[in-house]
């Protein structure tokens, strides 16, 4: 998974547009997910790269021999 960076996952393209908490947390859950699902693809490796500043998201991925 490419670009998981922080400006990258969760897009704050779509944060921008929000006008509400609730909806906020929604966005938040969304974006979450689609990483989710992104790494859940992979069969054998995953890769996920970030540049200097990583995605808050990285750290609630609970992957054996993740190394930063």
Known sequence: VMACDDEVIPSQQR???????????????TERHLL??????????????SGDIPSEFIDDLNVRGYEK
């Open 15 to 29: 944060i921008e547009t929000v006008t509400d908490d609730a909806d906020l947390e929604d966005v938040y859950e």
């Open 36 to 49: 989710y699902v992104a790494c859940t693809r992979a069969r054998n490796h995953l890769l996920i790269t």
